[in-house]
DNA sequence: ATAGATGATTGAGT
DNA sequence: ACTCAATCATCTAT
């Protein structure tokens, strides 16, 4: 701040007595004979001060003008940082270098994690085919469901990325906006670099607000997917029929021993392209619907010992199997089924 | 839109 | 580890 000439000394006074936030010199005296022109000058200064604000943009810039080059305004600026010094508006240390929030840090890690704040495609694929074989799907049909979430991610972390470059945009902005104004206004008031430091950093805290609360809402948008991904429930179809016509033949003709042994299991597994998981989970499911209603199946039952039967009869050629299928409940002859119903059919 | 079918999950029992 | 039983979430046929 350059030196300024001091002319306010020993008069003043002028319409603000009492004042509480003004230096003493500028509280006493009564004004001479010559008082009341800067009486009137200082009143018109303050005025103008005062009303700055309900004025239109154009008209301001003029008033500022003005006032800058106004005969008063190197007293009133040396008035300005004696108040200033006295009042002691002292930027303190001010809790700076707040440690990195706990919070935060965990959405940053995780946004890493989910492939969507870090490099462009590594991390993305690499959760995602853990994903995958979290799911445990058999890796070939679901790879649609994969590229499914793949998209969908990708679709997050591109508006997360267009959200946060638009507010790093704007923080930008409207810091060298506020500091701008900070230093055209230092013409008119004392204002110390620390100061225009300490606003920077105000508005940069409230912008990295904005910016965990758009992490945020990421977050939970990724863990939505994620989950959505993940249950099996969700993305259930049903097996084709062929998968399920050799299930249920193995079924109705191992009726009195509906269980599959691991290799048999695996076996039906690579024959309906499906995991061994999937072939325990339909047995198991099918052992119990069967037995809560045996009636609700003897249909099917019938169908598939006959089908079997059938099958039978041609593997063994013309072996003159004259006993036709036409006990189809004893499922190709397999000794006393667990679930025998007591009902023949028809 | 709805009921029933169906594949998956969960928790208890062995 | 495997199965049962209940339940969930979705699919499918009506």
């Known amino acids: 701040m350059d030196e300024q000439p001091r002319l ?3 008069h003043t006074g002028v319409g603000m007595a009492g004042h509480p936030g003004l230096p003493q010199h500028m509280q006493e005296g009564t004004g001479g004979t010559d008082g009341d022109g800067r009486k009137q000058d200082i009143g018109d200064i303050l005025q103008q001060i005062m009303t700055i604000t309900d004025q239109s943009l154009d008209e301001a810039q003029a008033r500022k003008h003005a006032l800058n ?3 008063m305004k190197p007293a009133l600026f040396n008035v300005l940082c004696e108040i200033k010094e006295k009042t002691v508006l ?10 990195p929030d706990p919070q935060l840090m965990r959405l940053d890690n995780m946004l890493l994690a989910e492939g969507v704040s870090g490099p462009e495609k590594g991390g993305g694929s690499a959760a995602a085919a853990a994903a995958a074989a979290a799911s445990g799907g058999a890796g070939a049909d679901n790879s649609a469901e994969h590229s499914d979430y793949r998209a969908k991610l990708s679709q997050i972390r591109q508006i997360y990325h267009t959200e946060l470059e638009k507010y790093e945009q704007a923080c930008n902005e409207f810091t060298t906006h506020v500091m701008n104004l ?13 100061e225009i430091e300490r606003m920077v950093n105000i508005i940069h805290r409230k912008f990295s607000s904005i910016q965990m609360q758009l992490k945020q809402s990421t977050c939970e948008a990724v863990m939505i997917l994620r989950s959505r991904f993940l249950d099996a429930r969700r993305k259930r179809r049903n097996f084709n029929k062929q ?3 050799i299930l249920n033949e193995y079924f ?7 269980y599959p042994s691991e290799e048999a299991k695996e076996e039906l597994a690579k024959k309906c392209a499906i995991t061994v998981a999937q072939v325990s989970n339909w047995f ?3 052992r119990i619907r069967y037995k809560k209603n045996i009636g609700k199946f003897q249909e099917e039952a019938n ?4 089908r079997t039967a059938v099958n039978a009869a041609n593997a063994s050629s013309h072996g003159s199997q004259a006993n036709s299928p036409s006990t189809p409940n004893s499922a190709g002859g397999y000794p006393s089924p667990c679930y025998q119903s007591d009902r023949r059919i028809q």
């Open 8 to 10: 306010m000394h020993s």
């Open 69 to 71: 080059c106004h005969r």
């Open 90 to 99: 002292s930027i303190r240390g001010a809790q700076e270098e707040e440690p």
């Open 182 to 194: 900070l230093r055209e206004q230092s013409r008119t008031r004392p204002i110390s670099p620390k």
């Open 243 to 245: 998968a399920t016509e």
């Open 252 to 258: 109705y003709s191992h009726l009195s021993n509906p």
């Open 284 to 286: 198991g499911n099918k």
């Open 303 to 306: 169908m598939y010992a006959a």
